[in-house]
């Protein structure tokens, strides 16, 4: 069916802008604080008195102490003088007295002028250096206001939330995880983008229809919409226009077998041959009811569908295959009958509808669990031969899979296809486990909230491992030594000492004397007298004495000693881990993703972002890129990132923000969907500033006519309330 294009209506919007051009998968946020700049500029400090200007009015007062004590001394001195002078001489010394004490006092009293001078010189200098300090204080008081105020009107002014474009065009992008809100969010950022710049096919394999919210704001902004419910609305499906019988058959034997165990060669062969033959038996209108009939015509069933007219089965019945043809190939011709009967009325419906620019195939949640496979898999193959055969630009293809598990093959062809088309390809793989996991690696890749640990571990392996280094240990040492001695020394000694001597000696003398006296005074003598003497001696002597010492000493001596020691040490350790943690991926908020690249040398690129759609109905938002702006000085090097670390730091999550969906529209008094009193009306982003009511002309570019679109019906069908 296709969507009534709604005449875009401003009063709803600022969600106009998710089609404004350049291709996002969401919004990178940037913390405007982090690039304040700090006012660098030192502040004043008061300044002290020259040190010379000091020690000039110190010497001044220590020469001017020196001259007033050596006036006292001197004055005093002579008065006192003077005043013993003047006992004695009267008037005069008083007089003396008097001038010496005048003359004291003023050199006492004329000597401070110096020091009075200096200490004035340094009291008008330090007053200066006062003044001087508070005007530049109020200057730099003023200046650093004037920064502050600048660079905060700088700060507010920048853009927090900037898009996350895919680089380059990237061919082919996976999205891993997420819950159905946040598969929503992303698909309706990632779609609305995409549509403005070429037509887009959304296969929502999921059963939770999360196209639903990009179909309605796609028709509100008045392109054509087409949206085919599977399988409750399969008669006005596309999925087998412009497919040629060959190609019809194609697609229904792969669909039918897939890569299950018993899909030989053999029996692939014979289904292709069987549908060949019975398609060239019904001429050129070829239709799965037409093929559902003829296979019961070859069964030999009853056949009331009206599909085929008499001649036709009977032909078939009876020309196409021989009786013992038909019983050897009874098993297959059951089998097909069995898997296209519940596509007999696929497409009968769908004359004279036009192309949509935005084409929407959705699983509906009708239960069984055959039919939704042959439908999911006949989808994509569906969409890669229709690629293939394009002349026209090939529109962009995004993949919603769901629970249920597609053929690897097939994807791959439609990859291949895709590729070789130039035609972009996003697939969004509910989890990253068998067929998402072998797939892993094949363009850009993005992950969402992974709640399984298994899962987590697979997407942190493949961001892979990088050396960093860490705070491995801390060492804190605090010692104390105590040591303390006492020593005691006793002594005696004794001493004894004998000591023996002998002498002796013998000597002789003898001698002749004469004397004479005179008298008179002649000169001779009156008398005279001579005499000799002669005489010896002998001694001898012996002498013997002993000496004896007695002696005791005693000595104490004491010692104590204290010694504190204090270490403190950090070891970093060089590691090899994980550059997101599978904890991380886990613990992710609900439409918050990691963005992953690979560069030809196999280095990883890793961003994060956030694919809610009320992201745009923020204040601080832009859908250009935001500009790369210097970090301030002291944030270039971070100190937690040791010098010459060839680690590269882990990436930072974005903040989380309210996980508040888009509001489901609710239709008007005439059964539209309109876009008054929808999106977000009540959405929780009002602290952010949003001004209500606020009026935005959406953008108009000319979308693709088609033919006259069909009335809505019954889609978007009612969902329960998030």
């Known amino acids: 069916m296709t969507v009534q294009p709604n005449e875009p209506r401003v009063d709803a919007d600022p969600l106009v802008r998710l089609f404004d051009p350049g291709q996002r998968i969401g919004w990178i946020y940037r913390d405007a604080e982090a ?73 006492h009293t004329l000597s401070g002028g110096a020091a009075t001078t ?47 474009a895919i680089e380059g065009g990237n061919p082919r992008l996976d999205v891993f995880g997420g819950s159905r809100r946040s598969r929503e969010g992303f698909l309706t950022v990632f779609g609305a983008s995409t549509l403005r710049e070429r037509p887009l096919i959304v296969l929502d394999l999921t059963q939770a229809q999360i196209c639903r919210e990009l179909s309605v704001l796609t028709a509100q902004m008045g392109a054509p919409v087409d949206v085919q419910l599977l399988p409750s609305q399969q008669t006005e499906s596309s999925i087998l226009d412009g497919l040629r019988p060959d190609e019809l058959v194609d697609a229904l034997v792969e669909a039918v077998y897939g890569d299950t165990a018993e899909a030989t060669r053999a029996s692939r062969s014979m289904d292709s041959r069987i549908l060949n033959r019975l398609c060239d038996a019904l001429g050129e209108d070829v239709t799965p009811a037409r093929i559902a009939a003829g296979l019961r015509a070859l069964l030999g069933d009853l056949d009331d569908s009206g599909s085929l007219t008499r001649a036709e089965r009977n032909r078939i019945a009876d020309d196409l295959l021989t009786d013992k043809n038909k019983d050897q190939i009874r098993e297959n011709l059951l089998r097909l009958e069995a898997f296209v009967q519940p596509l007999a009325q696929l497409g009968s419906e769908r004359a004279g509808r036009g192309p949509g620019y935005l084409t929407c195939l959705s699983l509906d949640r009708t239960t069984g669990t055959a039919s939704i496979e042959l439908l999911t898999d006949l989808a994509i193959l569906s969409v890669a031969r229709r690629l293939s055969t394009l002349d026209e ?86 010692g104390e030594s105590v040591s303390s001695s006492v020593s005691v020394t006793k002594g005696t000694s004794t001493s004894t000492a004998v000591t023996e001597g002998f002498s002796r000696s013998w000597g002789s003398n003898w001698g002749t004397s004469s004397s004479s006296s005179y008298s008179g005074g002649l000169g001779f003598p009156s008398s005279t007298t001579s005499g000799s003497s002669d005489g010896g001696s002998y001694t001898e002597s012996e002498n013997r004495s002993t000496t004896k010492t007695f002696g005791t000493n005693e000595s104490t001596s004491r010692t104590e000693g204290t010694t504190v020691n204090t270490s403190d040490g950090t070891t970093t350790q060089r590691v090899y881990e ?17 963005f ?41 090097v971070s100190p937690q990132q040791p010098t010459g670390d060839p680690g590269r730091p882990a ?36 602290a952010y500033g949003v001004q209500p009511g606020a009026q935005q002309q959406p953008a108009a570019w000319p979308w693709p006519q088609g033919a006259p679109p069909q009335p809505p019906g019954s889609w978007p069908p009612q969902a329960p309330k998030r």
């Open 393 to 478: 630009q090939a529109p962009a293809v995004v993949v919603a899979l769901g629970e249920h598990e597609v053929q690897r093959r097939h994807l791959e062809q439609l990859a291949r296809v895709c590729e070789w088309r130039g035609a972009q390809l996003t697939v969004m793989h509910a989890h990253l486990r068998e067929t998402a996991r072998d797939m892993i690696g094949g363009g850009a890749v993005a992950f969402m909230r992974l709640g399984n640990h298994q899962e987590a571990g697979v997407a942190a392996d493949f961001l892979g491992r990088d050396y960093r280094f860490i705070l491995h240990s801390l060492t804190d040492t605090r």
């Open 651 to 686: 990436p930072a999550l974005p903040p989380e923000v309210s996980a508040h969906p888009v509001h489901e529209p609710q239709p008007t008094a005439n059964g539209s969907y309109g876009a008054n009193g929808s999106y977000g009306a009540n959405s929780a982003y009002g």
């Open 35 to 107: 690039h304040r700049h700090a006012f660098t500029h030192p502040a004043p400090v008061p300044l002290d008195v020259p040190e010379m200007l000091l020690n000039r009015a110190r010497a001044a007062r220590l020469d001017t102490a020196d001259r007033k004590g050596t006036a006292l001394k001197v004055g005093g001195g002579l008065a006192a003088f003077f005043l013993v002078v003047a006992i004695f001489a009267g008037t005069i010394g008083l007089v003396l007295a008097a001038v010496a004490a005048v003359g004291a006092v003023l050199v």
């Open 578 to 594: 994980y550059v997101l943690e599978p904890t991380q991926l886990q613990a992710l908020a609900e439409f918050s993703l990691v």
């Open 118 to 164: 200096a200490d004035q010189k340094v009291e008008q200098v330090r007053h200066e250096l006062a003044q001087r300090y508070q005007h530049e204080s109020a200057a730099w008081t003023h200046a650093k206001a004037h920064f502050e105020y600048t660079e905060d009107q700088r700060i507010r002014g920048l853009d927090l939330w900037g898009p996350l």
């Open 596 to 636: 992953v690249e690979r560069g030809p040398d196999g280095s990883v690129s890793t961003r994060t972002a956030v694919c809610n759609p009320n992201i745009v109905k923020l204040e601080r938002f832009s859908n250009q890129p935001l500009a790369a702006l210097p970090l301030p000085p002291s944030a270039a």
